[in-house]
């Protein structure tokens, strides 16, 4: 079974930086398809971005050009870099791995400041 377990999330002033992490265990995260997922107070769970097994990415239109993701194979880790970020990006972060099934971590907040 595939476990995930997100962190780097906190509080930024709007402009600032964060990398969120995405730790995975029983399962190599390079062989899966898998992605960051947000929600805002009150609203749905949305994609940020995703990632499949041979690298071809898929962004939110609201974070291109500001967010990458990337895999440390290695520490079997994934990465989301999140550059300028704005007050509308303030939400729970998921992360999600898709093995045959879905898993999704606990989250990690993200909170920007204006």
């Known amino acids: 079974q595939v476990q995930l377990v997100e962190s780097g999330g906190g509080l930024v002033q709007a402009g600032g930086s964060l990398r969120l992490s995405c730790a995975a265990s029983g399962s190599s995260i390079s062989i899966n398809p898998m992605g960051w997922y947000r929600q805002a107070p009150g609203k749905q769970r949305e994609l940020v971005v995703a990632i499949t097994t041979v690298g071809n990415t898929n962004y939110a239109d609201s974070v291109k050009g500001r967010f990458t993701i990337s895999r440390d194979n290695a520490k079997n880790t994934a990465y989301l870099q999140m550059n300028s970020l704005k007050p509308e990006d303030t939400a729970v972060y998921y992360c999600?791995?898709?093995?045959?099934?879905?898993?999704w971590g606990q989250g990690t907040q993200v909170t920007v400041s204006s």
């Open positions: 999600a791995s898709f093995a045959g099934g879905a898993y």
